[in-house]
Nanobody
């Protein structure tokens, strides 16, 4: 089970920090990621992290502005979003893959098997 929080409304240039509390975590969820979806569009990968190596991947549109990390003590996945832009608006979902990504890249949706309910981010 994955539960996101931290969404909200912010002006362009502002910051938000998203959190995802995971019941499946270290040792179980090998990869975790944040995706976002705008109404009428496909869900797109924003940032991903390999729980074992701590290697990360980011969409080009968020590089240098977003940072994905994990708080192992709190069993939480985090996404720090700075210098937000209106095009960052959408519903943000936390995702986890228990094993491998089955041949998919870290930012590709089919590689993930568990999803949260989403949290809305609005940038104006």
């Amino acid at each position: 089970q994955l539960v996101e929080s931290g969404g909200g409304s912010v002006q362009a240039g502002g910051s938000l920090r998203l959190s995802c509390v995971a019941s499946e975590f270290t040792g179980n969820a090998r990869y975790m990621a944040w995706f976002r979806q705008v109404s009428g569009k496909e869900r797109e990968g924003v940032a991903a992290i390999n729980s074992g190596s701590s290697g990360t991947a980011y969409a080009e549109s968020v590089k240098g502005r977003f940072t994905i990390s994990q708080d192992y003590a709190k069993k939480t996945l985090l996404l720090q979003m700075n210098n937000l832009k209106p095009e960052d608006t959408g519903v943000y979902y936390c995702a986890a893959a228990r094993g491998t990504l089955r041949g998919f890249a870290p930012l590709e949706k089919p590689g993930y098997t568990s999803w949260g309910q989403g949290t809305q981010v609005t940038v104006s």
